[in-house]
């Protein structure tokens, strides 16, 4: 599933995700999309160069703690996510395709018990 959104919208599921918290929030310290993203910070670093190069988001460093990031969504960013949330629509219907309504309220009983099954493991 991500590699097919990938390939429709260009743009890493990770990557999708930075951008739209930020398109939530004006700006965000680069350790806090850490935390709300549950990766290490080498990984952020790597998914915001990325994002910074593509011209989708810039950073600056904080004047009053050096060692603090701001990033913020750029209007590029702005736009990717547009186009994502269009792609996005058309990808779930490909993947829904032949599938009826009930099919698919089956599917998210069946996929809610199997993540509950996973978030309770020891």
Known sequence: MTQCFERKTDIS????EILQILAKKERVL??????VLKIDQGAVTRHLK?????????????????????????????AIIQGCQTNKKAVLEQFYQGI???QKAELITVLGIIYQNITTMD
């Open 100 to 102: 009826n309504d009930a």
């Open 30 to 35: 680069q350790g806090e999309l850490q935390k």
């Open 13 to 16: 599921l990770t990557r999708y």
């Open 50 to 78: 990325i994002l910074e190069e593509k011209h989708y988001v810039t950073r600056e460093r904080n004047p009053q703690n050096n060692r603090e990031v701001y990033v913020q969504i750029s209007p590029a960013g702005q």
